[in-house]
């Protein structure tokens, strides 16, 4: 479009508005507040529009293969149980699944490397971000622990027993690490570790208790080997896994994982409350 064109539409919509949506500053032209509050709200308009064409198009085929990047915890506890569902909607589709960091999956799916990623609490101009899943942080002890048995357990306790840490480096983990920070001494934290696996079995081998995210710990927990102890301090702390993609791509595929994630979450919640 050429520049009168696109000042005229500007201008239409801003009337129709009835606010400014850009200022002028010499040469430059920037988004005003107002602008910045209408921008997510004109965003979804094209990705319904977009969505809207794909679904009407239905002689559009599918790609012979979807590119996956996901994160080590999805790769591990989320994809093994998805993925079966997901071939029995695209049963032609191939897949091709990367295991990487969620800054190194963002720029794949930038770059067009990977269709689509599984990443922590993302937001990218680029990208199009949609929560996928929640997994709850909790505090985790081995078989035969006194905590088991302990009605009131305090911060205090806990820092006192040997502690094996987990963490990501996201900012979840950083909440965990606050609930320490009123006491006199640091929590006894022994081993630290990025590998969720190596903290869930020193646990299990009694080497110290640990917080973990719950998918990590399900089978553990269910099998009697692991015991989440509630922590009132923690509670609403979780890792949110977001499933990421170019802005109007993918829309079906990203449809299907997001309900079948959804139907993964009942299912767990239900075997939870056995």
């Known amino acids: 479009m050429s520049q009168p064109s696109v000042t005229a539409r500007i ?3 801003e009337q129709e508005l009835d606010c400014k949506l850009f200022g002028r500053q010499g040469k430059q032209v920037q988004i005003t507040e ?3 509050r209408f921008l997510p709200y004109a965003q979804q308009l094209l990705l319904i ?3 809207g064409k794909m679904h009407i198009n239905q002689k559009k085929s599918l790609p012979n293969e979807f590119r996956i990047g996901c994160t080590v915890s999805v790769s591990n506890y989320i994809i093994p149980d998805l993925l079966p569902r997901l071939k029995q909607k695209f049963p032609n589709t191939h ?3 990367v295991t990487s960091t969620t800054d190194e999956i963002m720029n794949k799916v930038l770059s067009q490397e990977v269709d689509i990623g599984f990443v922590r609490n993302v937001n990218h101009p680029s990208l199009q971000s949609v929560k996928f899943y929640e ?3 909790r505090l985790y002890v081995y078989d035969g622990h006194p905590f088991l048995t302990l009605e009131n357990l305090t ?7 040997p502690l094996v840490f987990f963490e990501c480096g ?7 690490h606050r609930i320490f920070e009123h006491l006199d001494i640091p929590p006894n934290i022994q081993i630290q570790t990025d590998n969720s696996e190596m903290a869930k079995k020193l646990v299990i081998q009694k080497a110290g208790i640990g917080f973990l995210p719950g998918l990590c710990a399900q089978q553990e927990m269910h099998a009697g080997k692991l015991y989440p102890i509630l922590v009132p301090e923690t509670e609403g702390i979780s890792l949110q896994t977001n499933l990421i993609s170019h802005h109007g791509e993918h829309f079906e595929l990203l449809d299907a994982i997001t309900e079948i994630g959804k139907q993964l979450a009942d299912a767990k919640l239900s075997l939870s409350a056995i």
């Open 11 to 13: 201008k239409s919509l």
């Open 34 to 36: 107002d602008g910045k």
């Open 49 to 51: 529009y977009q969505k």
């Open 95 to 97: 897949y091709k699944f």
């Open 135 to 137: 997994d709850p942080i």
């Open 155 to 161: 911060i205090e306790a806990i820092a006192e027993q």
């Open 170 to 176: 996201s900012l979840d983990w950083l909440r965990i």
